[in-house]
């Protein structure tokens, strides 16, 4: 029983983390957009991203290119 319990902490561990990593990202994301710094658009394909007039994410997935810009702009 103990290694269940184990694995039940580790994922509890793993969601508590995604969850405060998603919710950094969204503030980040939200002050960013309070103060018109970020910008973002649909090619049809990909969505590219740009922070203070300059582009630096793109991917077929919203949410990962906003992850990107993150990443890019950290």
């Known amino acids: 029983m103990g290694n269940l319990d184990d694995m039940r902490h580790v994922r509890a561990a793993a969601a508590l983390a995604a969850n405060a990593e998603d919710a950094s990202i969204w503030r980040w994301f939200?002050?960013?957009?309070?103060?018109?710094?970020?910008?973002w658009c649909c090619n049809g394909e990909r969505w590219l991203v740009s922070v203070d007039n300059r582009?630096?994410?793109?991917?077929s997935?919203?949410?990962?290119?906003?992850?990107?810009?993150?990443?890019?702009?950290?």
Not at 55 to 59: K, N
Not at 61 to 74: E, H, N, V
Request: hydrophobic share 45%.
């Open 55 to 59: 582009h630096v994410a793109t991917d």
């Open 61 to 74: 997935s919203f949410d990962k290119a906003i992850r990107m810009a993150r990443g890019r702009c950290a």
């Open 30 to 39: 939200a002050l960013l957009l309070e103060e018109r710094r970020i910008r």
